[in-house]
C-alpha cells in the first residue's frame, strides 16, 4: 500500500513538472503596422506589412518616398523579433538588422544607422 502511494505520488509531481512547462508561444505578429523613428529631419514614417503562418515569417517595409523593400530573415520567438532589410546605400548594398520586442499591438527595438543605434516604435494599424 505504502509504494502504491509513493508511486502515485511520484507520478502526480511528474506530471506537475511537465505540465507547468509549456513551450513558448511566439507572439501573433501579421498585419500591418506604422513604424516610426527619428531620422535627421524629423519623424520618419514606414509601413511594416507582416505575414505569418505558423512559425513562418515574411514581409515588406515602405517609406513615404521610397521602394517597396522585402524583409530578409524574419523571426519571432517569444515577443523578440528580428528582421533583416537590404536598402541600397552610396556604396551599394547595405543589410540593416532590427531587433525589438512585441507587446500585443505594439512593437519597440533599435537598428544600427551607421554607428548610431536608432531607437523605433510600431503600431498594429
Given at each position: 500500500m505504502k509504494s502504491k502511494i509513493v508511486t502515485l505520488f511520484g507520478v502526480m509531481l511528474l506530471?506537475?513538472?511537465?505540465g507547468s512547462v509549456a513551450p513558448a508561444?511566439?507572439?501573433?505578429?501579421?498585419?500591418?503596422?506604422?513604424?516610426?523613428?527619428?531620422?535627421?529631419?524629423?519623424v520618419v514614417t514606414t509601413t511594416l506589412t507582416l505575414i505569418q503562418d505558423g512559425a513562418t515569417l515574411k514581409?515588406?517595409?515602405?517609406?513615404?518616398?521610397g521602394p517597396e523593400l522585402?524583409?530578409?530573415?524574419?523571426t519571432v520567438s517569444g515577443n523578440d523579433i528580428t528582421f533583416t532589410v537590404t536598402r541600397?546605400?552610396?556604396?551599394?548594398?547595405?543589410?540593416?538588422e532590427y531587433k525589438g520586442t512585441v507587446d500585443g499591438d505594439t512593437m519597440k527595438g533599435t537598428f544600427?544607422?551607421?554607428?548610431?543605434?536608432?531607437?523605433?516604435?510600431?503600431?498594429?494599424?
Open positions: 506530471a506537475l513538472v511537465f508561444q511566439s507572439a501573433k505578429v501579421a498585419g500591418t503596422w506604422v513604424m516610426t523613428n527619428q531620422g535627421r529631419n524629423g514581409g515588406s517595409m515602405k517609406g513615404e518616398n522585402q524583409l530578409d530573415s524574419v541600397q546605400g552610396r556604396n551599394g548594398e547595405l543589410k540593416v544600427m544607422q551607421g554607428q548610431n543605434s536608432v531607437d523605433w516604435a510600431a503600431k498594429r494599424s
